[in-house]
């Protein structure tokens, strides 16, 4: 997947031996990014994208769920989070196929919309089906998907406490040996250096966070960010630098923080306390940042944030 993954367990009667846990995570870890990524010529959904409008291409169960996913979240929030929107990151030079990061013209801009869309797809039985020229990119959900089916095959080999990470999304369950919570920090969303902000305390829950602070490029004195707003078909211009999602699926985890990265501080925030989303937005102000967390987030953890 292009990444690095991390396993941390609490060994006990009736837990699988080790190498036998190791082969089972990374036989998912293969299976998912043979189905799902977009940067190897013979995944299953880069030959979808090869493809050409009006054609149906059969999926594995787990690609359509991802799918079927995708369009809730992007119809829930009016096109904010879109799967299909792979040409524009091309266009903008963040894409498996840019050509250099650029600002491209209104024209190429328009001219790759033609291309984004939801209502572009449809699942017919166990096929995946097209009528326009889309691209599917599961770069923003595939990482937490991983996860889920990371702590489902350790929960099925008897493991019971756990701190799963794969490409940076966590998921954790249970209590450590000496009784304490797995922790993990949330980070101040800096390019300069990586400082602790909040560290949280997990337990049933996965974690994501979506920021503008690392992957960027800037031109004429303007900052561009990696996170594009399908509804414009142009990076997010607003002071949202990070948001954090907690959700008891790490799949959700992941596109949530996505979805509201591209909301934005004030939209998102109302969305999120809407839909019960426990989410903690970083926004810039000046040469600092202020924090809000919703009431579903402080609800899940007040005792449990704390400054390093």
Known sequence: MGSTYSIKYVRADGVTDAKTLQAGVEGILAEVDQQMSTYREDSLIERFNRAPAGTCTAMPADVLELVRLGEGLSLQSDGAFDLTVEPLLNLWGFGPKARGEQVPSAQAIAEARQRVGHQHLHIDGEQLCKDAEVQVDFNSIAAGHAVDRIAAWLEQQGVSSYLVEATGELKARGRKPDGSAWRIAIEEPRDDQRVAQKVLALD????????????YFEENGRRYSHTLDPRSGAPITHKLAAVTVLHPKALLADGLS??????????????????GIAAFFVTREGDGYVSHATKAFAALSPAQENRP
Do not use: C, F, H, K
């Open 204 to 215: 049933g829950y996965g974690v994501s966070t979506s920021g503008d602070y690392r992957n």
């Open 258 to 275: 996505t979805l509201l990265m591209v909301l934005g501080p004030e939209e998102g925030i109302v969305w999120a306390e809407r839909q």
